[in-house]
């Protein structure tokens, strides 16, 4: 038979059995719909917790089904991308498997019509190699064969055409995905994943991995699909919702949240760092965020004791101050009186201080309070018998030593009438002071308020007394704070002491606590912000992407990942991407030009060979408005459907946006924290982290960029955005610093 007509059979037959699981799945959900109306129905106050949990259980077998249902349904356009031909060493025959984003069983034989690219026999696919292959399967390896990889283009369900590749033709693929536009959101990119790109998604998931990889290397979206393997490989461990992912600002987890359902991880928690430590610690003044703080930077109106103190709070130094301020502040939860009732003893300090320091030590200091006040009241409960029994015994005796043995009958009378009353009074006292005493016991531990604690720390003797070796750099520090805490504020820098601290003495409960971290753009988070996140989690599943030639925030933030090896995740694997599928050579050669300007060197990218046309400079002179005008209804015409125009300041920003307007050209301006994505935006630098656009109008008239690391990075940041056309725009080419480039890698228009 025509060997496409049999790839057509076999795409039809792999719909229609679709479609009967589909229509079988629907059927089996109006009859478990129906036992959940009967067993409704039926509820009786007799037997309701049985069948309440008998309801429980068919929510949650209509729930699966709805994911089946759901994930089939999203199949039926493109059931698969690719099909391997492979021959087990042991078995006779060699078979095809079909690769798609989910799995399809056949509900008789078991055996798959799809295959889910998560699955270990799927990993063959993307090694590259044909012929001679292996892979792990539940820890057993397999040998055999392969013999053809297939790619397939199904377009709403019809199959448009296929072709065979082997690890040459492979860049084909990749080429046509690339040249295709972006659309505001993250690819699809299953099927054409990359040797190295797997490498980082299979790599062992029980270890914490560290990837540099280059602009556009796809490490968001490597990411991304490193979670769904994780998810999928570990589905018996962890839930979607056990993983938090960790964006550079709002606007960037809305750009990513569209990709997470076709990757089955829409229920991860996706958060900024400063939202995930204000809401986890309980944070009530207001933020100023490290955008505030870089705009600085950027505007050379900085403070001077405002960088020394984001450097030193994002420092390892820091974190043993902390370390030395949380133990001084452990030390005021040793109790040095008894646990009593009245006279009674309940329970010794050193008991009770051997809980708390002890017995307890792995949990906050808060949850120990809690545990030993449970204690104590358990404990109070079983002795306060035992006291009430011998204190009544007691005046029994004396009673009867009154009645038989007083002669007097006066004295006698007078005796009894007493011990009785006392007897009365001393059990009621008893009682009362029981009632009590666990409550006012309690009031000698300390309650700390997080914030307020945090804020101590930089009073001048508390800070000395946990680090008397002072310099100007710290007194700097300790104004910094001070100016800043007095207008009732934090800063960005100061989250991570508060979550650390936050950690220590309160926690966050083991229910919430995300299991896996996921953290782009790492290379702007400071070394003590990664050790909070850590201990804060208290797990060592963290993926870390990032890339240090785009670290704007170099005051403070990572500039080697040896130290986060070293320190803070010895047993990490580390990895790095270098190739580039973003955008083309020519945009590639003028930005990696610029980064040889950098004093260190930093990683450059290597983009994969798609050209197109040179980077342009188009200089503002009278008109140069119409000619924008033009120049995009061209790339339009080319197909190109989204703009950004990217400045160094918000300031700039704002001024374009405006002067644009007035010559029809609508541009959203995107502000941090408001706004959503659209086709055409203006935007400084530093929100445009981690996205992508077709065209990249970069602008810049009062606020040229120096030869400076700071504006050296934000520019390679920027030009590193588009997929096909950069456009500069600007008073002078040095403005851009486009003299430190060869002439030819741009054109003047
Ligand atoms: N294997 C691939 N096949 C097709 N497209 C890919 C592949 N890998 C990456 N891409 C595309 O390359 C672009 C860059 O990916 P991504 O944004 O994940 O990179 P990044 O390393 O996070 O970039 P940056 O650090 O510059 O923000 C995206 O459009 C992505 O879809």
Not at 203 to 232: C, E, M, N, W
Not at 303 to 328: H, N
Not at 368 to 391: G, H, P, W, Y
Not at 673 to 689: D, I, N, Q, T, W
Request: proline share 3%; charged share 30%.
């Amino acid at each position: 038979m025509d060997e496409f007509q049999y790839e057509k059979d076999r795409l039809d037959f792999t719909k229609a059995y679709m479609e009967r699981m589909i229509a079988a799945q629907k059927s089996g959900r109006a009859s478990l719909k129906q036992r959940q109306d009967d067993t409704l129905e039926n509820l009786d106050f007799q037997d309701s917790s049985l069948r309440y949990q008998e309801m429980l259980s068919h929510a949650n077998f209509m729930k699966m089904s709805r994911d089946q249902l759901d994930n089939l349904k999203s199949l039926r356009r493109k059931p698969y991308f690719a099909r391997i031909d492979f021959h087990r060493k042991e078995n006779p025959e060699k078979e095809q498997f079909y690769i798609g984003k989910v799995s399809l069983f056949d509900r008789e034989t078991q055996l798959p019509i799809i295959l889910d690219w998560r699955s270990p026999l799927a990993n063959v696919y993307y090694e590259g190699r044909l012929g001679e292959v292996s892979y792990e399967a539940l820890g057993v390896r397999y040998e055999g064969e392969v013999s053809l990889k297939r790619q397939y283009q199904i377009e709403e369900g019809e199959l448009m055409d296929y072709r065979d590749i082997d690890v040459t033709a492979k860049d084909d693929l990749l080429q046509e995905s690339l040249s295709q536009n972006a659309d505001g959101r993250l690819s699809e990119i299953v099927s054409t994943i990359q040797e190295e790109q797997n490498r980082v998604i299979r790599a062992d998931l029980r270890k914490p991995i560290i990837v540099q990889g280059a602009a556009g290397s796809g490490k968001t979206t490597i990411a991304l699909h490193r979670i769904s393997y994780f998810l999928y490989t570990m589905k018996e461990i962890f839930k979607p919702d056990d993983m938090l992912i960790l964006a550079p600002n709002r606007l960037f987890i809305q750009y990513i949240s569209e990709v997470l359902p076709e990757l089955g991880v829409q229920r991860a928690a996706q958060s900024t760092f400063m939202d995930f430590a204000v809401n986890t610690a309980g944070i009530q003044s207001p933020v100023i965020t490290q955008h505030e703080v870089l705009t600085q930077a950027v505007e050379g109106t900085m403070d001077r004791d405002g960088v020394t103190a984001a450097r030193l709070k994002g420092s390892r130094m820091f974190q043993t101050i902390m370390d030395t301020y949380i133990q001084s502040l452990k030390k005021q939860y040793k109790v040095e009186q008894d646990f009593t009732v009245l006279e009674f003893r309940i329970k010794k300090a050193r008991a009770i201080n051997r809980l708390f320091f002890e017995e307890y030590s792995y949990f906050p200091y808060e949850v120990r309070v809690r545990k030993i006040k449970a204690v104590l009241q358990s404990e109070l409960r079983r002795k306060k018998k035992q006291i009430l029994e011998k204190v009544a015994a007691k005046y029994d005796e004396a009673l009867d030593k009154a009645l038989y043995g007083m002669k007097d009958p006066d004295k006698r009378k007078i005796r009894v009438s007493y011990l009785i009353t006392r007897k009365e009074e001393r059990l009621t006292e008893i009682k009362k002071a029981a009632r009590t005493a666990v409550a006012s016991f309690m009031k000698q531990y300390p309650a700390f308020h997080v914030e307020k604690t945090y804020k101590k720390l930089f009073e001048e003797s508390v800070f000395l007394s946990v680090h008397p070796d002072d310099t100007e750099d710290w007194k700097a520090v300790r104004r910094y704070s001070h100016s800043t805490f007095a207008k009732g504020k934090v800063h960005s820098e100061d989250l991570a002491g508060l979550l650390y601290l936050f950690t220590f003495l309160k926690g966050i409960d083991a229910e919430e606590r995300p299991k896996k971290v996921v953290i782009d753009e790492a290379q702007d988070y400071s070394y003590f912000e990664i050790y909070a996140l850590r201990r804060a989690c208290q797990t060592n599943l963290f993926t870390i992407v990032g890339d240090l030639a785009q670290g704007i925030y170099q005051y403070r933030g990572i500039d080697t990942w040896g130290t986060l090896v070293e320190d803070i995740f010895p047993k990490a694997s580390y990895l790095t991407l270098q190739k580039t599928y973003r955008t083309t050579i020519e945009i590639m050669d003028l930005a990696n030009g610029l980064l040889t300007h950098l004093p260190v060197s930093l990683p450059r990218a290597e983009p994969v060979a798609r050209h197109g046309p040179l980077p342009q400079f188009l200089p503002i002179t009278p008109g140069w408005e119409e000619k924008v005008d033009q120049f995009c209804r061209g790339f339009v015409e080319e197909g190109m459907s989204s703009f950004a125009m990217i400045t160094k300041t918000m300031a700039e920003a704002e001024d374009v946006q405006k002067r644009l307007e007035t010559y029809g050209m609508t541009f959203t301006l995107l502000k941090e924290g408001e706004g959503s994505l659209s086709e055409r935006m203006v935007l400084p630098a530093y929100l445009a982290k981690g996205l992508e656009f077709d065209v990249v109008l970069l602008y810049n008239d009062r606020h040229p960029f120096q030869e400076s690391d700071l504006d050296l990075k934000m520019l390679y940041v920027a030009m590193t955005r588009p997929l096909h056309r950069l456009m500069m725009i600007g008073a002078d080419k040095e403005d851009f610093l486009l003299h430190l480039v060869q002439p030819d890698r741009f054109q003047e228009v």
